[in-house]
């Protein structure tokens, strides 16, 4: 019910902005379109941040540091979560998690790693 595959990840290549997908592959669709879906990220020797969130109606949140470069969507019918990078920097390479929250339960994936370099 909780698991979550975030694909997407690896080393910025010169020209092709990243887009980090999430997959819930177990989770059923009604219970994966209620949810909120979140992306949030940790750089070396830092806490977790959040990224950006989509509430199941398409709402979005981002954190501040992203605003105007990345775009978060989601796919319903395919149970399936996007971050859209753009206009990335060295201060963007973290591992890169997506979670997905609904009532009280908050259900984690395992990362992807994001490098982008100087």
């Known amino acids: 019910q909780g698991h979550l595959v975030e694909s997407g990840g690896g080393l910025v290549q010169p020209g092709g902005p990243p887009r980090l997908s999430c997959k819930a592959p177990?989770?059923?669709?009604?219970?994966?379109?209620?949810?909120?879906m979140g992306w949030y990220r940790q750089a070396p020797g830092k806490e977790r941040d959040l990224v950006a969130t989509i509430t199941g109606s398409g709402s979005t949140n981002y954190a501040d540091s992203v605003k105007g470069r990345f775009t978060i969507s989601r796919d319903n019918a395919r149970k399936t979560v996007y971050l859209q990078m753009n206009g990335l920097t060295p201060g963007d390479t973290a591992v890169y998690y997506c979670?997905?929250?609904?009532?009280?339960?908050?259900?984690w994936g395992r990362g992807t790693q994001v490098n982008v370099p100087s």
């Open positions: 979670d997905r929250a609904l009532g009280d339960q908050t259900y």
């Open positions: 177990r989770t059923i669709t009604s219970a994966f379109n209620p949810s909120i």
